[in-house]
């Protein structure tokens, strides 16, 4: 069964709109963590925001966060006011704190910021 | 600066060849990750090592070898019995620090010709 589910395999925005990319898990370790990374066209892995499953509040850095709703273990990312540079793909990933620190990545959802 | 480096950054292999990527980190972590990445997709693990001298296969090691002598590097070679091996390859360490996550290298493309 696929641990990260991400339904979008692309999305369009228009600029300065916001956006949400969805992201489901699967775990039942009750210690975890979630992860966004942006990967724009060169490659590069970027870090955007994390969600440990503790975390009362959801995750903010910036124009990103995370609406993390754990009884339906949905951890969504939502990027305010989109730019043109925000175009990329974008993965979830999951870290289940039992299993020796590995991250877990989704099949990513593909963002197009529209002029 | 601290960081991780990946080389060479494209790498053409011909058939029947074993090819080694490199990759090097000087940020002290202890755990070290290789991930292959095929056009469309997402990330898929390959070998992880938590500390030197040891690894474990992640979900598709067959047809890859990894060796961890040193904290600071993680090679991995891709065999020949690796039937498919075009792709871009993904080096990450971490700490134990949760908030940090992973740090990536900038990746090597590997094709076969």
């Known amino acids: 069964a696929q641990k990260i589910t991400q339904t979008q395999p692309g999305m369009f925005v228009q600029e300065k709109e916001a956006v949400t990319l969805d992201c489901t898990y699967d775990?039942?370790?009750?210690?975890?963590?979630l992860f966004w990374y942006k990967q724009p066209s060169s490659g590069e892995m970027i870090f955007l925001i994390y969600?440990?499953?503790?975390?009362?509040q959801n995750a903010t850095e910036g124009r990103y966060s995370l609406n993390f709703q754990k009884a339906r273990k949905s951890a969504n990312l939502v990027i305010s006011a989109s730019q043109l540079g925000d175009s990329a793909m974008y993965f979830c990933?999951?870290?289940?704190?039992?299993?020796?620190?590995?991250?877990?990545f989704g099949q990513g959802t593909e963002l197009s910021v529209k002029p | 600066d601290g960081g991780i480096t990946q080389s060479p950054k494209y790498l053409f292999r011909k058939e029947g060849q074993n090819v080694t990527l490199s990759c090097e980190q000087n940020?002290?972590?202890?755990?070290m990750y290789w991930y292959r990445q095929d056009p469309g997709q997402g990330l898929r693990l390959i070998y992880y090592s938590q500390i030197v001298n040891d690894f474990q296969k992640g979900d598709i090691a067959e047809g890859y070898s990894v060796s961890r002598e040193k904290k600071e590097s993680f090679p991995l070679t891709v065999t020949s019995a690796q039937k498919n091996p075009t792709a871009f390859y993904l080096c990450?360490?971490?700490?134990?620090?949760?908030?940090?996550?992973?740090?990536f290298g900038s990746g090597t493309r590997l094709t076969v010709v």
């Open positions: 775990t039942s370790d009750p210690s975890y963590g």
């Open positions: 969600q440990g499953s503790y975390d009362q």
């Open positions: 990933a999951m870290r289940e704190d039992n299993q020796g620190g590995k991250l877990i």
């Open positions: 990450a360490s971490s700490t134990d620090r949760q908030l940090m996550g992973y740090t």
């Open positions: 940020l002290n972590h202890d755990a």
